[in-house]
Every structure is written in structure tokens, then in C-alpha cells.
């Protein structure tokens, strides 16, 4: 007997586990609100479509990213900033949904870090083979907010490192609905992403789609 159909809700486990100081994962955290993330994911992506921006070496980048919010991250041949309109559509990028932030203040405060205001979301949309390199997130005006960042659809390889580029790295496995949150001693720790592997998500398809929220202003 599946007692699942009793009280109406998925299976979802939750689980907190320790990246040591200021980080964690929190296992399954945006599972229940999956299908309201993913319609209002539709919605930003709408008004403001996924791009594959520039580095300002001139590459690429594999990922495709879009932001809501007040700010939005955006990297060209003159470099990274966060900037109030989408150089694409040449409007304010679209508000953040309210389950986006809900989620973000939601897990900010389980992991111990609680009146998170954050005031961007960057989407990042992985197809197979896109990875993203090893880098810290310090284009923020100030470091004393966490990061928070949502895993949805295929599973990835993050990397969690140190506050130096050549500090050890740890393999950790993210799968739709988990979320990860580093702040505090832990803000400025290197990370990425290794290239994702082909697969099929029920919700997603054939992508990952990553929501990293950050006090950016
Ligand atoms: C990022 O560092 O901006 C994204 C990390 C991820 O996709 O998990
Ligand atoms: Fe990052």
C-alpha cells in the first residue's frame, strides 16, 4: 500500500548535511514547491529569454542564464556586474516570484543565516556537456549575505573548494530539489560545476536549472 496517497503529498525527504562552517546541503528542500518553480522559471524566461553570455576573455559560456530580481548578474567583454536592466530586452529584468524568494529567505534561515534579503536570482540553464569553472562569487557589494542555490532537473557534480583556488575539493552530488547554502566563513569558497551528463527529468527534460540567489546591492 502506498501511504503516500493518504496525505496527499510526495515522497520527499528532507535532510540537512554540514560542508562545514557556514555551508550546508539541504537535501529535497524545493521539492514541494517544484511545480510552482518551475512555471514561474517559464514566466522570467519568457520576458527575459535564457542567453549564453561573453567572458570578458571573449568565450561562451556553455551555461545559458537569465535573472529576476532587482539586479541581474551579466558578464560581457568588459567584465561581470550586476546591473538593474537586461541588456537584451532593455528592461528591468522581471520581478522575483514569490516562490523563489520564499524558498531562498526559507532555506537561508535552516542553515542558520536567517533575514536573508536577497535582491537577485541568476538562472543558470545546464544542458549536457555545460560545466561551469571553478570561481568565487564576489562581484556582491558586500559578503556578510550567504549564498543560496537551488538545484531542479538532471543531476550535476558540484565542487566545493576553499577560500584559495588550490584548496582541496569536495564531489558532492546534487539532485533536483536540493539546495545549497554558504555564507559567513564560508562566502568566499571556491566552487563550480562539472560538465552535465545527458539524461531525462520528468519536470525539466533534458537540462539542470540552477537559481542562485545573492544580496547583490
Ligand atoms: C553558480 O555558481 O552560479 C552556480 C552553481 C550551480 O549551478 O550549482
Ligand atoms: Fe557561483
Not at 25 to 51: K, Y
Not at 67 to 93: E, F, H, M, Q
Not at 114 to 120: E, F, R
Not at 193 to 205: D, F, M, S
Request: proline share 8%.
Amino acid at each position: 500500500m502506498n501511504l503516500d496517497l493518504f496525505d496527499g503529498l510526495p515522497d520527499v525527504e528532507m535532510r540537512e548535511e554540514p560542508l562545514g562552517p557556514g555551508a550546508m546541503v539541504l537535501r529535497g528542500s524545493a521539492r514541494l514547491e517544484e511545480t510552482a518553480l518551475v512555471s514561474a522559471i517559464e514566466d522570467v524566461a519568457r520576458a527575459a529569454p535564457f542567453r549564453h553570455m561573453i567572458t570578458p576573455g571573449g568565450f561562451r559560456m556553455s551555461v545559458a542564464m537569465t535573472n529576476c530580481g532587482p539586479l541581474g548578474w551579466v558578464s560581457d567583454k568588459t567584465g561581470y556586474r550586476y546591473a538593474a536592466i537586461d541588456p537584451v530586452s532593455g528592461l528591468p529584468w522581471p520581478m522575483m516570484p514569490e516562490s523563489f524568494l520564499k524558498l531562498a529567505v526559507g532555506a537561508a534561515a535552516n542553515a542558520g543565516f536567517p533575514g536573508y534579503t536577497p535582491d537577485a536570482c541568476l538562472i543558470n540553464r545546464y544542458e549536457p556537456g555545460a560545466k561551469l569553472s571553478l570561481h568565487q562569487d564576489r562581484d556582491e557589494q558586500d559578503y556578510g549575505k550567504p549564498i543560496v542555490s537551488v538545484s531542479l532537473g538532471l543531476p550535476a557534480v558540484f565542487l566545493f573548494g576553499g577560500l584559495k583556488r588550490s584548496d582541496k575539493l569536495v564531489r558532492v552530488q546534487l539532485v533536483h530539489g536540493d539546495v545549497v547554502v554558504w555564507g559567513g566563513p564560508a562566502r568566499l569558497r571556491y566552487h563550480g560545476v562539472q560538465p552535465l551528463k545527458e539524461g531525462h527529468h520528468p519536470l525539466i527534460g533534458g537540462y539542470r536549472i540552477n537559481l542562485t540567489f545573492r544580496k547583490a546591492g
